[in-house]
């Protein structure tokens, strides 16, 4: 039967994606060892990235579209 749950292999993305979720406290943001993407449930929707770098990236984008709207 397959392991469930997050693994040692894995914990420095799982260490990544909980910095990444404290930088947006209001997303939900994982990493998924099945697919080894990161992940984020968004007002807009649910991403997936191949890297945290590029999670962050669509996550400021983001953002940064939600908060221009409010502003303008």
Do not use: C, N
């Amino acid at each position: 039967m397959p392991r469930r749950g997050r693994t040692a292999e894995f914990a420095a993305e799982h260490r990544t994606a909980a910095a990444i979720q404290a930088q947006y406290p209001r997303l939900a943001v994982w990493f998924g060892q099945a697919t080894r993407s990161y992940w984020a449930l968004t007002p807009a929707g649910l991403v997936e990235a191949p890297d945290s770098d590029t999670l962050i990236l669509a996550l400021w984008a983001d953002t940064a579209a939600r908060t221009s709207k409010t502003r303008g």
